[in-house]
């Protein structure tokens, strides 16, 4: 689990950065519509990670070898201090912080269904979803995921009657593009990843994103006049307004004058070019998902074997602990390990073959081996071998590396 998460915050962080660095020449040059498409890398970026560890064989040529070698890292720092935060720990602090965030989001989803229950009707002039209002908000936004409703606060009456018409079908076109549940499942990742703080800023840009592409849709009918009127009703509402999990926020004082200039250049909207989009991404994210699988096998001269005519790989792999004694010793070393494989994936009969120095690496060896888990088959596998290589730190790539043995 605590692997995964690193490989993927790495990756989830690469792409944010990237959009984030280029947002400003994206959303000149494609546009808000295809610039808020983009931020679906993300999710299936992880989508993609998942469908490798479900499905064997996907996009991989892995195999079962005779002998495979994964690479056991120590960083120096561990040799020279006695305190550090182990995997366990880490993984305490980050349920932690993913309960705070449930814990948040609970508290909102209660303050909303208080709001919801003590508004009162509203009518307005073609509004397809039922609107009501509310004195303790400070901007329109669209709650519910079952059952959605147009939330307007006090005072929106006064707005003219093409204002308000803007506002309401603003809300209402996040309702036809699903951005409830496009904001829950945004919100989820970022739990997942609340500890990268570039994970909340992607995020925030996300949402602010979101409000651009329903600009777009909203005044690109519009004539001069009218979009002067939307741009007041934006400054109307944007000075006490806030982001909210569940709901959508009309009001962003943050970026109003990004809004209002954005408001001056149309760029079309087609949706085979956000289909194709989408699944371009969707592709990528499998490609890297699977490039960083690849990456974990550092033997570049394994041969496959099959085991019964079936391919049997490692979907879950735990990470050995390094010893601390050997790692305040800068002690590396190898342990050749033999083991049977289930037809359900479970390891067994875990044994030593081999190992260098004698004892020092043993036992965090299999004690980690004995947690894998393989692929199903129909078989399973008899006297699998794997060599585990523990190393104090990695080789620079510009170095030349040859592995000598004496027998």
């Not at 546009?31 to 996009?59: E, F, K, Q, R």
């Not at 005072?155 to 009657?161: A, D, H, M, P, T």
């Not at 989408?278 to 994210?285: I, K």
């Not at 494989?341 to 260098?356: D, E, L, P, Q, W």
């Amino acid at each position: 689990m605590f692997s995964w998460l690193m490989e993927q915050t790495l990756l989830v962080s690469l792409i944010a950065t990237l959009f984030l660095l280029s947002h400003k020449p994206v959303l000149r040059l494609l546009g808000a519509h295809h610039t808020y498409a983009l931020w679906m890398a993300i999710p299936m970026l992880l989508l993609g990670s998942v469908l490798i560890h479900l499905v064997p064989n996907l996009l991989s040529s892995s195999r079962i070898v005779q002998i495979e070698h994964y690479r056991v890292l120590a960083d120096n720092t561990l040799a020279n201090t006695a305190f550090f935060l182990s995997t366990p720990n880490l993984l305490i602090i980050w349920c932690i912080g993913l309960i705070v965030m449930l814990f948040a989001i609970g508290l909102q989803a209660r303050k909303l269904t208080h709001i919801i229950e003590h508004s009162t009707p509203f009518a307005a002039l073609n509004a397809q979803l039922p609107v009501i209002q509310h004195p303790r908000i400070h901007s329109p936004m669209l709650v519910g995921l079952h059952r959605p409703k147009i939330v307007v606060p006090s005072g929106f009456e006064q707005l003219s009657s093409k204002q308000q018409s803007a506002v309401i079908e603003h809300e209402q076109y996040h309702h036809h593009r699903g951005d409830i549940a496009i904001n829950i499942i945004a919100y989820a990742i970022l739990s997942i990843f609340w500890f990268n703080p570039i994970c909340w800023i992607a995020y925030r840009r996300f949402r602010d994103d979101q409000e651009l592409a329903c600009d777009a849709q909203i005044t690109a009918s519009m004539n001069t006049d009218e979009k002067i009127a939307y741009s007041r009703a934006l400054l109307t509402y944007s000075q006490q307004a806030s982001i909210g999990m569940l709901h959508t926020h009309y009001g962003n004082k943050h970026i109003l004058k990004e809004r209002i200039l954005e408001m001056k250049k149309q760029h079309g909207k087609s949706t085979l070019a956000i289909i194709g989009l989408t699944l371009g991404l969707g592709f990528t994210g499998l490609l890297l998902n699977q490039q960083v699988q690849a990456g974990d096998h550092q033997n570049s001269t394994k041969q496959s074997a099959k085991k019964h005519g079936q391919d049997i790989r490692p979907l879950t792999r735990v990470e050995p602990k390094y010893p601390i004694e050997a790692a305040r010793a800068n002690q590396n070393g190898y342990v050749q390990l033999e083991f049977d494989i289930s037809k359900a994936g479970m390891v067994s009969n875990v044994s030593v073959i081999k190992s260098s120095p004698t004892g020092v690496f043993d036992q965090s060896a299999i004690t980690a081996l004995q947690q894998w888990m393989y692929n199903k088959s129909t078989h399973g596998a008899k006297g699998a071998q794997v060599q585990l290589d523990f190393v104090i730190d990695e080789p620079e790539a510009g170095v030349e590396r040859i592995k000598v043995t004496a027998h």
